[in-house]
């Protein structure tokens, strides 16, 4: 039997989660409000959360996966990439908990983990699938060969679609995190109503700079022509940016798996807890017979399952790493 615990603390969500023989047992995330105050994530402020989080998260994980701290055989931690002041906390927790106990110590790559949050739950992927991975930093299309074996094959040149939904609910006077929010709105607007652009890049690189001011100079216009615009159209804008955000990423993603051969097509990270996402990518597969996966909501934001999921992995190649591994604020998948 094997007891891993998985410790994620790459941004705003100090996670603990407790997998025993490639179940996950408890996935406690500990969220930080204080960021909605400032627009976005305060890097400094992240790190003293995560320190004051740590402990009663790992002992929450602890108690509901009803195991005693001795059993645990081994720490996965999130060694990057992210926030540096973020990540040395989880490391330095994972690094003193696994000297203490004389248990072997795991990095986990948080892009890889994402992506292996698909091996949490049935149905599981079957080797090689194409991973389409948007979050609030990234937004990548990954051909995943085997569990460590993944081939970068596009990603965003500037905005990831994160921060393209976040920053576009910054203009439309939305607090942060807006990509939730949006969704909502979305649910009840016209996808139709205003007409955004599809930026031309090349091959499978995704740009999100262009759509931000188009969106921005878009509402400026509207606002000359009636003060009242967003208050009275916000369901039709949410409803037009995620449509156009989703189809810049789904035409990448087809056009990936035409370049590839592969049918076995998933979505990671944040932004695939976007139902438009979901529901789009799931029409895509139907056409195109794709065999399609999506994560449960609770796999696709931030969480210490995947670093535990992943750990496991790991575990049982014997991948192990010594007390001098530090973190790494970037890290390729
Ligand atoms: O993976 P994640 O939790 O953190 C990073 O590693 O970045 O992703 C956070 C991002 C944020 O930009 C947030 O706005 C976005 O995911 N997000 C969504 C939704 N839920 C979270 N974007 C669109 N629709 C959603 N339902
Ligand atoms: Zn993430």
Known sequence: MAIILGIESSCDETSASICIDGEIKSNIIAGQAIHANYGGVVPELASRAHQQHIIPTVDHAIQQAKIHKNDIDAVAFTRGPGLLGSLLVGTSFAKAFALARHIPLIEVNHMQAHILAHFIDEPKPAFPFLCLTVSGGHTQIVLVKDFFDMELLGQTLDDAAGEAFDKTAK??????????LIDKYAKDGNPDA????????????????????????????????????????LPDVCASVQSRIVSILLNKLKKAAKQTGVTNVAIAGGVSANSGLRESLLAMGSRYQWNVFIPKFEYCTDNAAMIAIAGYQKYLKNDFVGQDIAPLARMHV
């Open 194 to 233: 205003f007409k955004l652009p599809e930026p031309q890049i090349a091959d499978l690189d995704f740009s999100f700079s262009g759509l931000k001011t188009a969106i921005l100079y878009m509402v400026q216009a509207q606002e000359k022509l009636n003060p009242d615009f967003l208050q009275e159209n």
């Open 171 to 180: 203009i439309l006077n939305l607090p942060y995190p807006g990509g939730p």
